[in-house]
């Protein structure tokens, strides 16, 4: 069965610290893959997304992903957290007629 | 600007009532969602739309119905069968029929939040 799975329901970063919200699918497909974005009691906006060409995808505001196909994996990263960046992410998962997202990660970011 | 606009952002309701939620879009998209967001569940899709007058069923549409008569424009009502109708809802458009690789890029309106008193 075709899924997507976020390995982390929360995490808490200091400013200016590193950013790291992990992402692994299953699928037989070769899959699309996204990251969105959820500020509170808002819609969500796209990050970034992987569409088969260059593995190393960088997004807005400084947020990049690395599709890692032998780990079945497509985390997201960024080098330095700012307090803007607390929100909820998503990562969703496209192959055949599937639209999948996976259940959120919810980012702190203390000062 | 261009976007998609979902109105109330907030609706209270009582037990048995019907009430539709709106979802206008001047993106001049062709397809339009429908989607029903649970704290820790992520996004499940109630219905969508890939061009006028035609809808389909997503994951979870009992309780729920749609109309699409016009191009900009997909409301959701949520009826008295649906048995726990407090949620987000998130209404979504995309430039094309999505489900092919590499177009599911969509584009969200801010929600309402729906609370059955």
């Known amino acids: 069965a075709q899924s997507v799975t976020q390995l982390d329901s929360h995490v808490s970063v200091s400013e200016g610290t590193p950013v790291l919200l992990r992402c692994n699918y299953s699928s037989s497909y070769s899959p699309s893959l996204f990251w969105y974005v959820q500020h509170p009691n808002k819609g969500l906006q796209l990050l970034l997304k992987y569409t088969s060409a260059a593995t190393l995808v960088k997004g807005i505001n400084g947020f990049e992903a690395e599709f890692k196909k032998s780990e079945t994996s497509f985390h997201l990263t960024k080098p330095s957290a700012h307090m803007s960046d607390a929100a909820e992410y998503f990562c969703v998962y496209q192959a055949g007629t599937a639209l999948i997202f996976g259940k959120g990660t919810t980012l702190s970011v203390s000062s | ?117």
């Not at chain 2, 009532?17 to 969602?33: F, G, I, K, R, W």
């Not at chain 2, 996004?43 to 006028?52: A, D, G, K, T």
């Not at chain 2, 016009?70 to 209404?91: D, I, M, R, W």
């Open chain 2, 1 to 117: 600007d261009g976007g998609i606009t979902q109105s109330p952002k907030y609706l209270f309701r009582k037990e048995g009532q019907n009430v539709t939620l709106s979802c206008e879009q001047n993106l001049n998209h062709d397809a339009m969602y429908w989607y029903r967001q649970d704290p820790g569940q992520g996004l499940r899709l109630i219905y969508y739309s890939q061009i006028v007058n035609d809808f389909q069923k997503g994951d979870i549409a009992e309780g729920y119905s749609v109309s699409r008569e016009k191009k900009e424009s997909f409301p959701l009502t949520v009826t008295s069968a649906q048995k726990n109708p407090t949620a987000f809802y998130l209404c979504a458009s995309s430039i094309g029929p999505t489900f092919t690789a590499g177009t599911g890029e969509l584009f969200f309106g801010e929600g309402s939040r729906l609370t059955v008193l």
